[in-house]
T-cell receptor, first 113, second 113 residues
Framework: SQELEQSPQSLIVQEGKNLTINCTSSKTLYGLYWYKQKYGEGLIFLMMLQKGGEEKSHEKITAKLDEKKQQSSLHITASQPSHAGIYLCGADRLSGNTGKLIFGQGTTLQVKP | SAVISQKPSRDICQRGTSLTIQCQVDSQVTMMFWYRQQPGQSLTLIATANQGSEATYESGFVIDKFPISRPNLTFSTLTVSNMSPEDSSIYLC??????????FGAGSRLTVL
């Protein structure tokens, strides 16, 4: 079965610093989602990537899906305390946007003011 | 994107009892998904609920333990039956919206004593 591994598991950065979170799949990625979760809350959709080499940005967050479609990275530029939370990558197990995702274990981000 | 409302947002229940979680969407959707997030863990898909048919359960989840109803295109319920402390989790409802975005509700945090 497909597995997603996120690295690092946790991250503490100083406000203003850049950071990258990686999500590596054991199989080809058909659709890769990035979400942010605040403690005890639901998931906030960040971005979805489908095509190898695709790159999307929203505000200070950029996500990429590599050409071989087995890894994605999430990059935050000039981090702020509002970026703190748990970042989860999720992947469609099958092609066709089924909604049936498997998720990585999450990366906990703390941003120190 | 769709707005998803879940009830209850949290509850504390006694072992052996059952709890029904409601999920209301502000637009009609074909498929609704129920996920579980156990403490310190990532999300796992429980089942897919289509209107007019029986829910499809993932490996490790059975209908007797997690009965699901889907009476119309905007509403679904998940019941957690005969609860034990191991059922303490956040239960999340999600739907696939336009542009193939999987949107999540805020979740229902269940604690079983």
């Amino acid at each position: 079965s497909q597995e997603l591994e996120q690295s690092p598991q946790s991250l503490i950065v100083q406000e203003g610093k850049n950071l990258t979170i990686n999500c590596t799949s054991s199989k080809t990625l058909y659709g890769l989602y990035w979400y942010k979760q605040k403690y005890g809350e639901g998931l906030i959709f960040l971005m979805m990537l489908q095509k190898g080499g695709e790159e999307k940005s929203h505000e200070k967050i950029t996500a990429k899906l590599d050409e071989k479609k087995q890894q994605s990275s999430l990059h935050i530029t000039a981090s702020q305390p509002s970026h703190a939370g748990i970042y989860l990558c999720g992947a469609d197990r099958l092609s066709g946007n089924t909604g049936k995702l498997i998720f990585g274990q999450g990366t906990t981000l703390q941003v120190k003011p | 994107s769709a707005v998803i409302s879940q009830k209850p947002s949290r509850d504390i229940c006694q072992r052996g009892t059952s709890l029904t979680i409601q999920c209301q969407v502000d637009s009609q959707v074909t498929m609704m998904f129920w996920y579980r997030q156990q403490p310190g863990q990532s999300l796992t898909l429980i089942a897919t609920a289509n209107q007019g048919s029986e829910a499809t359960y993932e490996s490790g989840f059975v209908i007797d333990k997690f009965p699901i109803s889907r009476p119309n295109l905007t509403f679904s319920t998940l019941t957690v039956s005969n609860m034990s402390p191991e059922d303490s989790s956040i239960y999340l409802c999600s739907v696939m919206t336009g542009a193939n975005v999987l949107t999540f509700g805020a979740g229902s945090r269940l604690t079983v004593l």
